[in-house]
């Protein structure tokens, strides 16, 4: 798994703790640390099925029916990439916050934060978000796999069953199975287009120009 406080990946290796049953099911805590000398941090899973314990296999679980993150809070997700302004990292990080308690609040955030980049860094003009894809689709800005991932939140949200999700991005509303990771993982990819990989290739410039200067040779042009 990856570690959701520094997204490293290990192996497995937990612990578990029983808690006791209750009239909702029989419960009990997965646990697991970090072994990233830098990190280790526990990560706590609610589980909630039928589990043996022997002195010889110890702790097994024998019928899973549900497994819930609950420290820390939110989702397995990526952290927000480095030099994302706050104004789009603020919902991106609360979007995936909610995801496990409120997949319809998750994906009301991440399509508010999909709007607010489309209209920051696309140059669309204002409009309900099923529109402003579409402009960004005829623009023929974006590689055709993000204009294929921004389409597809209009397919899988179905906007035309639900005009509410063209017409205010920002309500919560049903969402169909997978549509609030979806959006998230597009929200993903516009930050990398339009934030990560200008600021690395304008990295990269500023140090072929650095050693141009040192060897007496004018700059790249833009």
């Known amino acids: 798994m990856k570690c959701p406080h520094c997204n490293t990946s290990f192996h497995d290796a937990p612990r578990h703790h029983p808690i006791q049953r209750d009239s909702e099911g029989n419960w009990a805590i997965q646990k697991l640390v970090c072994p990233d000398p830098g990190c280790g941090q526990m990560t706590l899973f609610l589980l909630e099925g039928d589990f043996g314990f022997n002195t010889h296999q110890g702790f097994s679980v024998l ?11 939110g ?3 990526p952290p927000v990439p480095p030099g994302i302004p706050k104004e789009f990292a603020e919902d991106y990080t609360e979007a995936c916050l909610v995801l496990t308690d409120s997949p319809k609040a998750s994906a009301a955030l991440s399509r508010r934060c999909l709007q607010h980049i489309l ?6 003009k204002k409009g309900d978000l099923a529109t402003e894809i579409q402009q960004v689709i005829d623009s023929r800005t974006l590689p055709s796999h993000l204009n294929e991932s921004i389409d597809a939140i ?6 035309a069953a639900h005009p509410i999700k063209s017409t205010s991005s920002g309500e919560v ?3 169909e199975a997978g549509e609030a990771e979806w959006n998230l993982d597009v929200v993903e990819a516009l930050f990398d287009f339009y934030f990560v990989q200008p600021d690395l290739l304008q990295s990269k410039r500023d140090a072929l120009n650095a050693k141009l200067k040192d060897a007496g040779k004018p ?3 833009k």
């Open 63 to 73: 019928n899973l029916r549900s497994k819930r993150m609950v420290y820390p809070k």
């Open 75 to 77: 989702n397995n997700r």
């Open 119 to 124: 209209r920051e860094k696309a140059g669309i």
């Open 154 to 159: 209009r397919n899988i949200g179905n906007f």
């Open 173 to 175: 509303v049903p969402v």
């Open 219 to 221: 700059p790249m042009k």
